[in-house]
């Protein structure tokens, strides 16, 4: 039976409901990091500071390798790589 002049009803979304759902994605693929892990990356850019890796423009090519190296150092478990980790915790 074909319903004429009655319209459906309509579901209105608010932008939290697509907040919810797009977080509920990330949350998975999202690593957090411990106190100790981010005192670490902060020694570890210092450290390069100290040791003639940072220029005007930045750190010099390879910087992040080096800090993975001090964080395995530190962390022989962790599986914090290079990229993206360090570099997005860094840009954030």
């Known amino acids: 039976m074909a319903l004429t002049g009655v319209l459906a009803p309509t579901v209105r979304l608010h932008s939290s409901d697509?907040?919810?759902?797009?977080?509920a994605s990330n949350n998975r693929s999202r690593r957090s990091w411990s106190d100790t892990e981010e005192?670490?990356?902060?020694?570890?850019l210092k450290d390069l500071v100290v040791s003639g890796w940072k220029s005007d423009n930045g750190?010099?090519?390879?910087?992040?390798t080096r800090i993975e190296e001090a964080m395995k150092r530190d962390f022989p478990k962790t599986d914090?790589?290079?990229?993206?980790?360090i570099s997005s915790?860094?840009?954030t």
Do not use: M
């Open 39 to 44: 005192a670490t990356l902060v020694i570890a």
């Open 89 to 91: 915790k860094i840009s």
């Open 59 to 64: 750190f010099k090519g390879g910087y992040l």
């Open 80 to 85: 914090l790589k290079a990229t993206p980790h």
């Open 18 to 23: 697509y907040r919810r759902n797009r977080s």
